[in-house]
């Protein structure tokens, strides 16, 4: 069974762009969470995605935002970049949320250097 | 109060020692707790997880629950150079009607020496 795929792994960008980092989750999965890891603040919840529906947001501004589609893929886009975007980014898949009994599962991740 | 606290660490014990891990929570009401292994520059993967009071074990590790004192635990037995990482304590925390979401710990480091 494959697991989380994202995509892509590494990439530079530029002050002011926008990126956007594609998740695949587990067969089966239909809920997606993204998280910002840093060395300063750790694991910081972005979002989660369930059939397709925003169902949470951790306190991020505006400029972040994602999107799931009809087969669970999820997209997470950052626009008007800054430096301190530069970050691990992480998708997270599970059958059914974060709630109790489900479990999330990682994607190897994508690191973002803005510069 | 941070929402979960973990000591940074770094934790350093010799190989073939009891690694022990704690990490505390502020959401009295939180009912999903797992530990997460992240080795520098990968993604966290997922150890155990944990939903009732006492001790849960799965090989050389045993996590440990004590919901009254807010409070989970890892300890790795027969410590491995391998097992030289760092440790994710994270917790589900209720948000209104939603399921929630999963709050993490920064980490401890485990160094675990030869």
């Known amino acids: 069974k494959a697991g989380v795929t994202q995509t892509p792994r590494y990439l530079i960008k530029t002050r002011g762009q926008q990126v956007t980092l594609s998740c695949s989750p587990i067969?089966?999965?239909?809920?997606v969470s993204w998280y910002q890891q840093t060395p300063g603040q750790g694991l910081q919840f972005l979002f989660e995605?369930?059939?397709?529906?925003?169902?949470n947001k951790g306190n991020f501004p505006g400029r972040f935002s994602g999107r799931q589609f009809s087969n669970s893929r999820s997209e997470m886009n950052v626009s008007t970049l800054e430096l301190g975007d530069s970050a691990f980014y992480l998708c997270?898949?599970?059958?059914?949320?974060?709630?109790?009994?489900?479990?999330?599962?990682f994607g190897e991740g994508s690191w973002l250097t803005v510069v | 109060q941070k929402e979960v606290e973990q000591n940074s660490g770094p934790l350093s014990v010799p190989e073939g020692a009891i690694a022990s891990l704690n990490c505390t929570y502020s959401?009295?009401?939180?009912?999903?707790f797992f530990w997460y292994r992240q080795y520098s520059g990968k993604s966290p993967e997922l150890i155990m997880s944990?939903?009732?009071?006492g001790d849960k074990e799965d090989g050389r590790f045993t996590a440990q629950l004590n919901k009254a004192s807010q409070y989970v635990s890892l300890l790795i037995r027969d410590s491995q150079p391998s097992d030289s990482a760092t440790y994710l304590c994270?917790?589900?925390?209720?948000?209104?009607?939603?399921?929630?979401?999963?709050?993490f710990g920064k980490g401890t480091k485990l160094s675990v020496k030869p």
């Open positions: 997270a898949s599970s059958l059914a949320g974060q709630g109790y009994g489900n479990t999330i599962y």
């Open positions: 944990i939903y009732s009071n």
């Open positions: 067969s089966g999965h239909r809920s």
């Open positions: 959401d009295r009401g939180s009912q999903s």
């Open positions: 995605y369930f059939s397709e529906t925003q169902r």
């Open positions: 994270a917790v589900n925390k209720r948000d209104g009607g939603s399921q929630g979401n999963l709050i």
